[in-house]
């Protein structure tokens, strides 16, 4: 009954290595966002896509890209990983247009950079 | 996009109703209120959402200010299962609608 799947639940690497982090959901949703979560902190936007090929940058968009090829799969990329990225990295969905249109989350992937 | 405010953390007794507050005092007429809780270890998941009137489901109630001004989730009879923490946003219809959480309220539900 999984609709949003992250790939890894956890990763390490290391300081400098390029990471992905895959997200994929099978609702047909148009919208994606990735988010980190810190303690204290609560959930902050990184980037959402409101369609194919289509972003935007959210709060903290700093130091990461995203890719949206296919309308089911929102990539996060951290091209040159810090220790400052290390986070638990949230990934959710939704239908876009209506303001009531609820959002679905994945479990979440536990980045650790040494 | 508007924001929301929500105490850091509230404590509950088992079985009893807990009421959980929100603000968001410049909240635009298109906005809903969405609620949406996170268990430990795990991603946040949906509540309940609501517009205008109250609202209730086999989760939660949500009560909504007249003025919309503010809202309260509503738990009827809390148990250990409910300690989450939990997260009021506004969502604004539109094909770009950014979504921000905050830090949400932290409840404790005990014995």
């Known amino acids: 009954d999984v609709k949003v799947t992250q790939s890894s639940r956890y990763l390490v690497k290391r300081t400098g290595e390029k990471v992905f982090l895959e997200c994929v959901q099978d609702?047909?949703?148009?919208?994606m966002f990735w988010y980190r979560q810190d303690p204290g902190l609560g959930l902050r936007l990184i980037y959402f896509?409101?369609?194919?090929?289509?972003?935007e940058k959210g709060d903290i968009p700093e130091g990461y890209s995203v890719s949206r090829e296919k309308k089911e799969r929102f990539s996060l990329i951290l091209e040159s990983a810090s220790t400052n990225q290390t986070s638990m990295y949230l990934c959710?969905?939704?239908?876009?247009?209506?303001?009531?249109?609820?959002?679905?989350f994945g479990a979440g992937s536990r980045l650790t950079v040494l | 996009d508007a924001k929301t405010t929500q105490p850091n953390s509230m404590e509950s007794n088992e079985e009893e109703p807990v009421h959980l507050p929100c603000n968001h005092s410049?909240?635009?007429?298109?906005?809903?209120i969405h609620w949406y809780r996170q268990l430990p270890s795990q991603g946040p998941e949906y509540v309940i959402h609501?517009?205008?009137s109250n609202v209730n489901n086999r989760m939660a109630s949500l009560a909504i200010a007249e003025d919309r001004k503010s809202s309260t989730l509503i738990l009827h009879r809390a148990t250990l299962r409910d300690a989450a923490v939990y997260y009021c946003?506004?969502?604004?219809?539109?094909?770009?609608?950014?979504?921000?959480f905050g830090t949400g309220t932290r409840l404790q539900v005990t014995l």
């Open positions: 959710a969905s939704s239908f876009r247009g209506s303001g009531a249109n609820v959002l679905t």
């Open positions: 609702m047909d949703h148009e919208n």
């Open positions: 896509s409101y369609d194919v090929k289509m972003k």
């Open positions: 410049t909240i635009s007429g298109t906005d809903y």
């Open positions: 609501g517009l205008t």
């Open positions: 946003i506004l969502r604004r219809a539109g094909t770009a609608s950014k979504l921000t």
